[in-house]
C-alpha cells in the first residue's frame, strides 16, 4: 500500500490517514498543598516541595477508536450519496439537452442525403443536357449539307 498524502482542513480518506492521538491521563484525587505561592524566580528556585501526604497517579484511558470510524464512514456514505444525486441530477437537467441534440443529428443526416442526391440528379439532368446539345449541333451541322433546292432524282421502284 502506498503512503497516503494528507492535506490539511480535508477529512481523511482512511484509516492510515487518521492522526495518532496519545492516551489521555485523569487524575484521581487532587491535593492541594498549604502554604504561600512563590511570588519571584528565586523563590521559585529555592522551593523545595513539602511531602503531601497523597501521592496521586495518572490512570490512563484510551479512548474509542471504533465509534470514530464509524462517523467517518458514515461520512464517506454521505460523500458517495451526494455525488450520486448530483450526477443524477446533471443527467436529468442534460436529458433534454441530448435528446435534441440527436434530433439535429438526424435533421442534418437527413439534409445530407438530401444534398447527395439533389447533386447527384443535377449532374445527371448536366449530362443528358450537353448530350442534348451535342445531338442538336450535330443535326445543324448535318442539315447544313443538305441543298436547298432539292431535286428529287432518285426513283421509287413501285412493287406491284
Known amino acids: 500500500m502506498t503512503k497516503s498524502v ?3 482542513g480535508e477529512a481523511p480518506e482512511t484509516d492510515d490517514e ?9 487524575l484521581k484525587k487532587s491535593n492541594v498543598v498549604e502554604g504561600e505561592a512563590p511570588e519571584t524566580d528565586e523563590e521559585c528556585d529555592d522551593f523545595t516541595p513539602a511531602p503531601s501526604k497523597n501521592v496521586t497517579v495518572p ?3 484510551k479512548i474509542p477508536e471504533k465509534a470514530r470510524v464509524h462517523v467517518d464512514e458514515k461520512l464517506v456514505q454521505r460523500w458517495r450519496t ?16 441530448m435528446k435534441a441534440v440527436d434530433d439535429m443529428e438526424r435533421c442534418l443526416d437527413n439534409t ?10 443535377v ?21 447544313r449539307l443538305i441543298p436547298e433546292n432539292f431535286e428529287n432524282t432518285v426513283e421509287v421502284m413501285k412493287i406491284l
Do not use: G
Not at 18 to 26: D, E, G, Q, S
Not at 82 to 97: G, I, K, N, W, Y
Not at 126 to 141: G, H, K, M, P, Q
Open 6 to 8: 494528507v492535506v490539511e
Open 18 to 26: 487518521l492522526p495518532v492521538i496519545a492516551p489521555r491521563t485523569k
Open 59 to 61: 490512570e490512563v484511558i
Open 82 to 97: 451526494l455525488a450520486s444525486d448530483s450526477l443524477m441530477h446533471s443527467v436529468r437537467r442534460l436529458q433534454p439537452t
Open 112 to 121: 445530407m442525403a438530401s444534398v447527395q442526391s439533389t447533386s447527384a440528379l
Open 123 to 143: 449532374r445527371h439532368t448536366a449530362r443528358v443536357v450537353y448530350r442534348l446539345e451535342d445531338s442538336i449541333n450535330a443535326i445543324l451541322e448535318a442539315s
